[in-house]
Antibody, heavy 119, light 112 residues
Framework: EVQLVESGGGLVQPGGSLRLSCAASGFTFSDYYMDWVRQAPGKGLEWVGR??????????EYAASVKGRFTISRDDSKNSLYLQMNSLKTEDTAVYYC??????????WGQGTLVTVSS | DVVMTQSPLSLPVTLGQPASISCRSSQSLVHSNGNTYLNWFQQRPGQSPRRLIY???NRDSGVPDRFSGSGSGTDFTLKISRVEAEDVGVYYC?????????FGQGTKVEIK
């Protein structure tokens, strides 16, 4: 069974940093592209970014709203995905989901981790 | 960015009756490789999103066959043939053909 478990969320001040993790199991993690998607409280879904697999040089794509502030990385030896978030803004407050990409979008999602950016 | 526009945004339905959600994109979703990356997601209250349909009309494993997707180019539709109580939630279309990937605003399905 595919499982994705996010962690690392919490309360952080504006301008601060946070690193989210996503632990994957139940599939060959190294084969897949992975996405981060977020959802502000009471709002819709917003795609954050994607990291490709080793065969595609671990290249990344980002939404304009986070480009230059957020960095997606992965450690295939640990079956883990990461989201390093710097220069956080109040508008980054959201539940952050990791998702496995298959067929061009997330076919499996984690339960999400809440990030609150507030002073 | 490709803008995804869903309608209606709220959809009250009667149990056992059909329901239909429209999704329109601001540009064609036909990718250079010939595929059309239009997906549908369901988010039940308090749950993570779940993909129902990928590449316009392909149902994910375990998705009931009362859900179907159709469309081409810029106009797409998700249909529920007979709404059940467990179908309550918010439905999102999402395009994966152009960067950045973008979602529709969501359509809230509720029981009358």
């Amino acid at each position: 069974e595919v499982q994705l478990v996010e962690s690392g969320g919490g309360l952080v001040q504006p301008g601060g940093s946070l690193r989210l993790s996503c632990a994957a199991s139940g599939f060959t993690f190294s084969d897949y592209y992975m996405d981060w998607v977020r959802q502000a409280p009471g709002k819709g879904l917003e795609w954050v970014g994607r990291i490709r697999n080793k065969a595609n040089s671990y290249t990344t794509e980002y939404a304009a709203s986070v480009k230059g502030r957020f960095t997606i990385s992965r450690d295939d030896s640990k079956n883990s995905l990461y989201l390093q978030m710097n220069s956080l803004k109040t508008e980054d407050t959201a539940v952050y989901y990791c998702a496995r990409d298959s067929g061009g979008s997330g076919d499996s999602w984690g339960q999400g981790t809440l990030v609150t950016v507030s002073s | 960015d490709v803008v995804m526009t869903q309608s209606p945004l709220s959809l009250p339905v009667t149990l056992g009756q059909p329901a239909s959600i429209s999704c329109r994109s601001s540009q064609s979703l036909v990718h250079s490789n010939g595929n059309t990356y239009l997906n549908w997601f369901q988010q039940r209250p308090g749950q993570s999103p779940r993909r129902l349909i990928y590449k316009v009309s392909n149902r994910d494993s375990g998705v009931p066959d009362r859900f179907s997707g159709s469309g081409s180019g810029t106009d797409f539709t998700l249909k529920i043939s007979r709404v059940e109580a467990e179908d309550v939630g918010v439905y999102y279309c999402m395009q994966g053909s152009h960067w950045p990937l973008t979602f529709g605003q969501g359509t809230k399905v509720e029981i009358k």
